[in-house]
């Protein structure tokens, strides 16, 4: 090897840690689920279309299949009889899964205070990030992945997370 071009391999090499790539890779690339069921759906159509462009944050790869998706995105109304089937989805998706309870809800109920609406996700699947509004501007859901990110980066990388979380669709 000719050691007078080593100046060459300067700016060719670069020197990091695992947990930084791994933390790189996870943030560049989340991969979400959308739970849609209302109003707040087509807000995150807005979100993934051309005008707000989810993919400038790396999450444009929608999946429909929750054993593809890391980011489960709750968007809209979930009643009692949809609840076993989002813990379901929830429970099919691999670790590290984060969660995004879209709009009021999807995070509280919103005006639905009846016996069939599911008084917030939170109540059967643990989440990470709420967004607030009825429905929430497209920057706010931006906003929610942007904050994902941020988690990211300060969470251990090799450990479960939410292990303590206990739903009330446990015992059935």
Known sequence: MDVSNAH???DAVVTTTLDAVVTWGREASLWPFVFGTACCAIEFMAT???RYDISRFGAEVLRFSPRHADLLVVAGTVSYKQAPILK???DQM???KWVVAVGACASTGGFYDNYTTLQGIDEIVP???YVAGCPPRPEAILDAVISIQKQLKEEPKFTLRHQEFKSKLDNV
Request: hydrophobic share 45%; charged share 20%; proline share 13%.
């Open 88 to 90: 379901q989805i929830y």
């Open 8 to 10: 060459l391999l300067d």
């Open 48 to 50: 993934a279309a051309s």
């Open 127 to 129: 989440v990470d990030v």
């Open 94 to 96: 691999p670790e590290p």
